[in-house]
């Protein structure tokens, strides 16, 4: 702490603070801006600060704790970076609602829709794009001649209107053709279960970490780039024929698997 950060320190100390709860200490070598940031996270997690309060602009803040602005930039600026807090102009920092974390298991084959009335969410759909096309690439995932023609879904994918993932499927037209004209706005695994040759069995899936694009941060409301998870999933039905290949961007911060090993 340096001389001028005490002064001030002292001079305010008889006045009540804005945010009571706050605590700085002069026995420990932990920085100012570091004190302040970890007690306003634990509060912001604790729920003591919901999301929807505001907390004041950087100057007011600082001189309520009597420390210098940069001290409490510093503070702020480390919220901000994991998505706690967004900025409100003069107003000060408004605390952000955060997704509570989804936590499915990977024991059987489900779609997302399934998945999150399991977890107790409202499941919903945006489409983004919906065409028939031709992929050379896809058509050799798929183990299909390069003019075989696909549908290809593009869908952001909500749990209780918090959006969950970014979606591109493409699906076997020919093994099944009600797809290209099918109503697609609710769950795609249970619209194939209700065709010859649709339902899914099994499947194939890799999970890597990545980032994402600025239009991904966009779906996600995401200020910055944080690390996602991009599951790649092959779906077969009982005749052992390809009928999905999907790559599902799920955002990082609120999506977590869940295994159950087993020796």
């Not at 990977?106 to 065409?131: A, C, H, V, Y």
């Not at 010859?196 to 999970?207: A, I, N």
């Not at 077969?236 to 977590?256: K, Q």
């Amino acid at each position: 702490m340096t001389d001028g950060e005490a002064g001030r320190r002292s001079a305010t100390s008889e006045r009540p603070s804005v945010l009571s709860l706050v605590r700085l200490r002069d026995d420990t070598a932990k920085p100012l801006y570091r004190q302040i940031e970890e007690q306003l996270r634990d509060l912001i997690v604790s729920g003591s600060l919901p999301p929807g309060v505001i907390l004041p602009a950087e100057r007011q803040l600082a001189d309520s704790l009597g420390v210098s602005r940069v001290t409490v930039q510093r503070a702020y600026a480390e919220l901000r970076h994991d998505e706690l807090l967004v900025p409100r102009g003069r107003l000060g920092f408004l605390v952000r609602r955060q997704p509570e974390p989804v936590r499915p298991g990977m024991d059987r084959l489900k779609g997302f829709t399934e998945e999150m009335r399991e977890l107790g969410k409202i499941p919903s759909s945006r489409i983004l794009e919906r065409i028939i096309t031709e992929d050379r690439s896809i058509a050799s995932i798929f183990g299909l001649p390069s003019t075989s023609p696909f549908l290809r879904l593009t869908r952001v994918r909500f749990g209780d209107d918090v959006p969950m993932s970014r979606e591109i499927a493409w699906y076997n037209v020919r093994a099944v053709p009600e797809l290209e004209h099918g109503d697609l706005t609710g769950s795609v695994y249970g619209f194939l279960a209700q065709h010859e040759g649709g339902r899914l069995v099994r499947c194939e899936q890799t999970v890597e970490a990545t980032l994402p694009t600025s239009a991904e941060c966009e779906i996600f409301d995401f200020d910055t780039p944080i690390p996602c998870l991009l599951i790649k999933r092959h779906s077969y039905n009982r005749r052992s024929t390809m009928i999905e290949y999907v790559e599902g961007l799920f955002r990082g911060d609120a999506y977590r698997y869940r295994l159950s090993l087993s020796i």
